[in-house]
């Protein structure tokens, strides 16, 4: 349940949801409806999406953390969640995932969709897509960023 509305969330944290120390961010774009790079690509937007441990995505202005207006979108569409995993040495690292929060019209992962209410991990200069929007989130940290240029210019 949200705090601020007392409306029921589609989506719950799981035990391991952890803050990143990792400044990640979601560069977002636009392509053209038939996918084609044109002269209306270009970046939209940087979300800044490590101040907290999970970002919901979806149209509902109220209670999701990134509002996406567009009409394919579900309520409560996907999120982005940080969790505190085993690394390679055993220590807990803290790590991006995607989940689709079971939406209608889908989320994608490099092209791919992915199952609903199945944790997806994120690595830098994937590309997510939200049901039928154009706009695409290129993820990225702040010492990558520079890739983002040249990600614009595909």
């Known amino acids: 349940t949200?705090?601020?509305?007392g409306r029921r969330l589609a989506?719950?944290?799981p035990p391991e949801a952890r803050v990143p120390t990792t400044r990640w961010r979601l560069y977002v774009f636009k392509k053209s409806a038939d996918g084609a790079s044109g002269d209306g690509d270009g970046l939209l937007d940087t979300l800044h999406i490590s101040r907290q441990s999970a970002y919901v995505f979806g149209r509902d202005p109220d209670t999701c953390d990134v509002h996406v207006g567009h009409p394919s979108l579900s309520g409560h569409h996907c999120a982005v969640q940080f969790r505190g995993v085993p690394g390679a040495t055993g220590a807990i690292v803290c790590r991006p995932y995607l989940i689709d929060l079971g939406s209608t019209n889908g989320t994608f992962l490099n092209g791919d969709r992915i199952e609903a209410a199945r944790y997806y991990e994120l690595r830098r200069m994937d590309v997510l897509t939200l049901g039928r929007s154009t706009r695409e989130y290129v993820v990225l940290t702040?010492?990558?960023a520079g890739l983002a240029k040249s990600t614009e210019q595909r």
């Open 11 to 13: 989506y719950s944290e």
């Open 142 to 144: 702040e010492k990558s």
């Open 2 to 5: 949200d705090a601020r509305t």
